[in-house]
């Protein structure tokens, strides 16, 4: 019979492993329910020794907030490549995925937890919500926004991220649907700004020219002339100009 022997990890290995744990745990329930105890028997170690890699529980549960909120803003890392409704539905795909794997640690990232002082936790949101930020503006190209699409942009972020909060509360819509009505929005929010600012016009027509047919802008277009008529709106024809009466000489 063999006898399995258990690895001696380093120190930052093991406090990578606890901290995965705890994360682990903290995404299921809310961190006041997680007891040192559990994150020890979770890990395989005794309680003595998770204190002697962390503090406290509050220590813990930061450096788990820590690698939660480093994931989340790489979910909105994506290649420039292809247009950029479809770039936007996989960024949302993947930021609902770990809205949906970690539900109650987004939610205690996002709402600043009970364990965490309220400094360290808005530092950590404002460093998710600028990274989602810098990657929206990457993708269009734009280094030096104009005010209302500074404005737009950082609004979107915060509807993705209040809008993902009010799913996580009984998910009574599909997520599918969710992710590619916050890709509509956020073209919605451009073209509003773009009826007031000749800048804002200027980004929206850079942003449609490569936008298929068949892709999630295309369909935000199809969708909006299926109600149309619902509504009683109608898309007039222009009319010509007046010709110039022509004077014989």
Known sequence: MTTGVRRRMGVEERRQQ????????????????VSID?????????????????????????????????ELA??????????LGARLLRVMGRFFDFVDDHGTGFSALMRGGPAVGSTTAHAMIDEVRQAAYDQILSHLGI????????????????LA???A?????GRRIPRAELELQLVHDFAA??????????????VVLTMLAGEPLAGPLGELVERLMRIAPALGVTVPLPVPAPRAERHES
Not at 165 to 169: K, Q, S
Not at 192 to 198: E, F, L, M, P
């Open 18 to 33: 606890l901290i995965g744990v705890a994360l682990e745990l903290f995404s299921a329930r809310s961190p006041d329910e």
């Open 38 to 70: 559990e994150i020890a028997a979770a890990a395989g170690i005794s309680r003595p020794l998770v204190y002697h890699y962390f503090p406290g529980k509050q220590s813990l549960y930061e450096a788990a907030l820590r690698r939660a909120a480093d």
């Open 74 to 83: 790489a979910r909105f890392q994506e290649p420039h490549e292809g247009p």
């Open 143 to 158: 280094s030096e926004p104009p005010v209302r699409l500074a404005l737009v942009v950082r609004s979107w972020v915060s």
């Open 161 to 163: 991220e209040s809008t």
């Open 165 to 169: 909060l009010l799913w996580l509360d």
């Open 189 to 202: 929010l451009c073209a509003v700004s773009a009826a007031y600012d000749d800048e804002m016009a200027a």
